[in-house]
């Protein structure tokens, strides 16, 4: 078999699989958040934290909660980096410097899980365990619980309610999250990832010395890491360590977790404002996207220009033998059309448009499928500036699934819409001009730029992917990496919680013949059209000094 031909064969196989997942996870999800009930161990949660699950909120209230809830996160992850080196079971680790442990507490609770050390060398099991997976889980629950609000936003009226955070938060973690990666983790496990508490073993001799290796609870981090879209591996190497990803199998079994819940949500969605067509709709512009974004990925790493490409069946630099170009390149655009990060390749050595295209994936705001609840809202927001767009050509106000999207409900998009893209080229042009950041750069030119440019577009989007040519663990790319993902993650999220609110107390307005059907494939032509424009306006000066003048030239 030909390495395109397996390349097309997994991704086939992929899209079955999440076709199969589609229909009943986001079934169950929407029951999940439509559901007056609470399981005894929430109840025990909520007596522990002293909430009542049943207190609506406003949008201002549920915003509070969400950013109390993630600044106590910070907080408490910081302290346990500071204090692993009189922690048990730190393996004999030295306790996290300040700014790398501000950077990494940052990193996880938003969701981003961008990593300035090497996990295997650095972090203890404590640290591991009770820190980064505690909140590889909350951080993925805070992001479905937000895009739940905006969702109950469209469907609610007259009302300025949006639910409770603090129950939204509980059953996106024990009923949707913690369930899946158990077993998603069992899977991993009976696929040869690792799963102990060991201690560090020498592993025979090699070259006159040693090399050292230490186990931890691989297979529970990975499968959360993926299912949650956060990224963070326990090795240096992620998803492309053998002891994280063992074989073929578990790389498309890995993407599959990525891709499965945020896609699911669309499902989600169309069952709560009361029209599985308008999911649908979200849906096709996100497969739509992505699998645009496969096919050229595929095809750049595919291009055989030269005898070594051609004996290597492709461009194998940085990539693992045992996936290939196929499952990299698959991997590749998944991890960075979502917030997920992970890596089982090296993206600084895909050809110079390869990485442009995993960079422009981050640019687009990681929305076809996105992250765990944060594509959800992204693409909901781009889909208010479709119907905008589309209101000013035919001279009427816009509407969007019976709202009005008046002047306040614009402004909010636009702020939203406006946040990652000053960030990234705000702290990138910093790094450029500043004397010391440079010194970071591994390369110089256009491939070195693309290595700046790429973590702060990874931070911002809070993808925590890398170009890994750029020594990040600097108090320089520390501190500002770490403040660009606290502000990509949270300041979007004022402006979507009070944009639903904003539809939540509208009353509906009835459909005429003049509303847009959001539901019909036109929708989705413009949609994906608005999203691309947006992106390229914003965007495409940077990405001409960098990748696109590496890969052109």
Not at 265 to 278: A, W
Not at 332 to 357: C, K, N, P, R, Y
Not at 459 to 476: E, I, M, P, V
């Given at each position: 078999m030909g390495?395109v031909?397996?390349g097309?064969?997994?991704?086939?196989?992929?899209?079955?699989?999440l076709a199969l997942?589609?229909?009943?996870?986001?079934?169950y999800?929407?029951?999940?958040?439509?559901?007056?009930?609470?399981?005894?161990?929430?109840?025990w949660?909520?007596k522990g934290?002293g909430?009542?699950?049943d207190?609506?909120?406003?949008?201002?209230s549920?915003?509070r909660g969400?950013?109390a809830?993630?600044?106590?996160g910070?907080?408490?992850?910081y302290?346990l980096?500071?204090?692993?080196?009189?922690l048990?079971g730190?393996?004999g680790?030295?306790?996290i410097e300040?700014?790398?442990?501000?950077?990494?507490?940052a990193?996880?609770?938003?969701n981003?899980n961008w990593?300035?050390y090497?996990g295997?060398?650095?972090?203890?099991?404590?640290?591991?365990?009770?820190g980064?997976?505690?909140q590889?889980?909350?951080?993925a629950?805070?992001?479905?619980?937000?895009a739940?609000?905006l969702?109950?936003?469209?469907a609610?009226s007259?009302?300025?309610?949006?639910?409770?955070f603090w129950a939204?938060?509980?059953?996106?973690?024990v009923?949707v999250?913690?369930?899946?990666?158990a077993i998603?983790a069992?899977?991993?496990?009976?696929?040869?990832?690792?799963q102990n508490?060991?201690g560090i073993?020498e592993?025979?001799?090699?070259?006159?010395?040693?090399?050292?290796?230490?186990?931890?609870?691989?297979?529970?981090?990975?499968a959360?890491?993926e299912?949650?879209?956060n990224?963070?591996g326990?090795f240096?190497?992620?998803?492309?360590?053998?002891?994280?990803?063992?074989?073929p199998?578990?790389?498309l079994?890995e993407?599959f977790l990525i891709l499965v819940?945020?896609l699911?949500?669309t499902r989600?969605?169309g069952?709560m404002v009361?029209?599985?067509k308008?999911?649908?709709?979200?849906?096709a512009?996100?497969?739509t996207?992505?699998?645009?974004?496969?096919t050229?990925?595929?095809?750049?790493e595919?291009?055989?220009?030269?005898?070594a490409?051609?004996?290597?069946?492709?461009?194998?630099?940085g990539k693992e033998a045992?996936?290939?170009?196929?499952?990299?390149a698959?991997?590749?655009?998944?991890?960075t059309?979502?917030?997920t990060?992970?890596?089982?390749?090296f993206?600084?050595?895909?050809?110079?448009?390869?990485?442009?295209i995993t960079?422009?994936?981050m640019m687009?705001?990681?929305?076809a499928?996105?992250?765990?609840?944060?594509g959800l809202?992204g693409?909901l927001?781009?889909?208010?500036?479709?119907?905008?767009i589309a209101?000013?050509?035919?001279?009427r106000?816009p509407?969007?699934?019976?709202?009005?999207?008046?002047?306040r409900e614009?402004?909010l998009a636009?702020?939203?819409?406006?946040?990652?893209?000053a960030?990234?080229l705000?702290?990138?042009s910093?790094?450029m001009?500043l004397r010391?950041?440079?010194?970071?750069?591994?390369n110089?030119?256009?491939?070195?730029?693309?290595?700046?440019?790429?973590?702060f577009?990874?931070?911002?989007?809070?993808?925590g992917?890398a170009f890994a040519?750029?020594?990040?663990?600097?108090?320089?790319?520390?501190?500002?990496?770490g403040?660009a993902?606290?502000?990509?993650?949270?300041v979007?999220?004022?402006?979507?919680?009070a944009l639903a609110g904003s539809?939540?107390e509208q009353?509906?307005?009835?459909?005429?013949?003049?509303?847009l059907r959001?539901?019909?494939p036109?929708?989705?032509g413009l949609?994906v059209?608005?999203?691309?424009i947006i992106t390229?306006?914003?965007?495409f000066?940077?990405?001409a000094?960098?990748?696109?003048a590496e890969?052109?030239a």
């Amino acid at each position: 078999m030909g390495p395109v031909l397996a390349g097309v064969l997994q991704l086939l196989a992929l899209i079955g699989a999440l076709a199969l997942a589609y229909v009943p996870l986001g079934n169950y999800m929407a029951k999940v958040f439509s559901s007056e009930k609470h399981w005894r161990v929430e109840k025990w949660i909520y007596k522990g934290i002293g909430a009542n699950p049943d207190t609506e909120m406003r949008w201002a209230s549920y915003l509070r909660g969400v950013l109390a809830f993630s600044a106590a996160g910070v907080l408490f992850l910081y302290l346990l980096q500071r204090l692993q080196g009189s922690l048990p079971g730190s393996l004999g680790f030295s306790s996290i410097e300040p700014a790398q442990a501000f950077n990494t507490a940052a990193s996880f609770v938003t969701n981003t899980n961008w990593q300035s050390y090497s996990g295997e060398q650095t972090m203890g099991h404590v640290v591991q365990t009770a820190g980064l997976a505690v909140q590889n889980f909350v951080s993925a629950a805070v992001g479905i619980a937000v895009a739940v609000a905006l969702v109950r936003g469209f469907a609610r009226s007259r009302t300025g309610e949006l639910g409770n955070f603090w129950a939204d938060l509980v059953r996106g973690t024990v009923r949707v999250l913690v369930p899946v990666a158990a077993i998603a983790a069992l899977v991993l496990v009976a696929c040869g990832a690792l799963q102990n508490f060991s201690g560090i073993h020498e592993v025979g001799q090699f070259m006159g010395g040693s090399q050292q290796w230490n186990g931890g609870a691989v297979a529970s981090q990975e499968a959360i890491k993926e299912l949650g879209t956060n990224g963070g591996g326990y090795f240096n190497a992620n998803s492309a360590h053998p002891f994280e990803n063992p074989t073929p199998f578990t790389n498309l079994f890995e993407i599959f977790l990525i891709l499965v819940i945020p896609l699911a949500l669309t499902r989600t969605f169309g069952i709560m404002v009361g029209s599985v067509k308008q999911g649908y709709a979200i849906l096709a512009t996100m497969v739509t996207i992505w699998v645009g974004f496969v096919t050229l990925m595929m095809w750049t790493e595919f291009a055989h220009h030269g005898p070594a490409l051609q004996a290597a069946g492709g461009a194998m630099e940085g990539k693992e033998a045992r996936f290939g170009v196929g499952g990299s390149a698959l991997f590749a655009v998944s991890t960075t059309l979502t917030s997920t990060g992970a890596v089982d390749s090296f993206h600084s050595s895909f050809t110079g448009l390869g990485g442009g295209i995993t960079m422009l994936g981050m640019m687009l705001g990681e929305i076809a499928p996105g992250g765990t609840g944060s594509g959800l809202y992204g693409m909901l927001i781009m889909a208010i500036i479709a119907v905008f767009i589309a209101g000013l050509m035919v001279g009427r106000t816009p509407e969007y699934l019976g709202k009005k999207i008046g002047a306040r409900e614009m402004k909010l998009a636009a702020c939203y819409i406006l946040v990652t893209p000053a960030l990234v080229l705000i702290f990138t042009s910093a790094s450029m001009a500043l004397r010391t950041p440079p010194h970071s750069m591994l390369n110089s030119g256009a491939h070195g730029f693309s290595e700046v440019l790429y973590a702060f577009t990874s931070a911002s989007n809070n993808n925590g992917s890398a170009f890994a040519g750029l020594n990040a663990n600097t108090d320089w790319f520390n501190t500002t990496t770490g403040l660009a993902m606290l502000l990509g993650r949270f300041v979007p999220m004022v402006f979507v919680l009070a944009l639903a609110g904003s539809l939540a107390e509208q009353k509906p307005v009835p459909a005429t013949a003049g509303t847009l059907r959001t539901e019909k494939p036109l929708f989705t032509g413009l949609l994906v059209g608005a999203i691309l424009i947006i992106t390229g306006l914003t965007y495409f000066p940077a990405l001409a000094l960098g990748p696109l003048a590496e890969g052109l030239a």
